[in-house]
């Protein structure tokens, strides 16, 4: 009788220690790494004359519950037609952007984050008046450094937010800029999904 006691107990403390062990391992961060997304937003509008399309993709490095850091392109084209009031003279513009920057974002708060990005743009402008035949193109560049506040929620499943940011550098060659007397609000929103990497295999 004593001996089945003592290999029943036997049995029952490998059994737990076995269990005990393999939650250990699959704490291992290697084996639970942080996720990484890709997503971003769209902007799309139009109206009398007007066309309007921007896309914002990104791809985001979670390191922690506070963290994210990422890359992000800028690419928006825009289309504008128009009758001068004082001539009569019919126009048309095309607006081309390219930029790229990196960001971060961090969490104080669950669901709060703040971020900073600096980026560098590029807009090239044609322009055309119908009723002289004539036209015209030029390109500007300029630096920008964005930052501002948003609202999101991250899990493993995905990310999406909303935010407001200004251009803290205010260049007159800036896309967020050109055009007005000072500094305009970006409000920006977006999405982002999992990338499932291929787990790295321990030696």
Known sequence: MIKKIGILAFMIYVTINGNGQTTTITTVPEL??????????????????SFQLG???????????????GIAVNL???????????????????????????F???????????????????????????????????????PSVLAGIGYGKRNENGFSYFSI????????????RMGQLTAQPIFRAGFGIPIHLPKTKRP
């Open 32 to 49: 639970n790494p942080q996720p990484v997304y890709f997503g971003g937003g769209i902007v799309l509008g139009g109206g009398a004359g």
């Open 55 to 69: 896309l914002n993709p990104e791809l985001v490095k979670s390191y922690n519950s506070y963290f994210d850091l």
């Open 76 to 102: 928006y084209y825009a289309s504008y037609k128009s009758i001068s009031a004082i001539t009569g003279d019919s126009y048309k513009s095309n607006n081309t952007q390219l930029g790229m920057g990196a």
């Open 104 to 142: 971060m974002r961090a969490w104080p708060i669950e669901q709060v984050f703040i971020q900073i990005q600096p980026e560098y743009n590029w807009t090239f402008t044609n322009a055309k008046n119908f009723s002289q035949g004539t036209s015209g193109a030029s390109s500007v560049s300029a």
């Open 165 to 176: 940011m200004f251009d803290l550098v205010n260049s007159q060659q800036s896309p967020y």
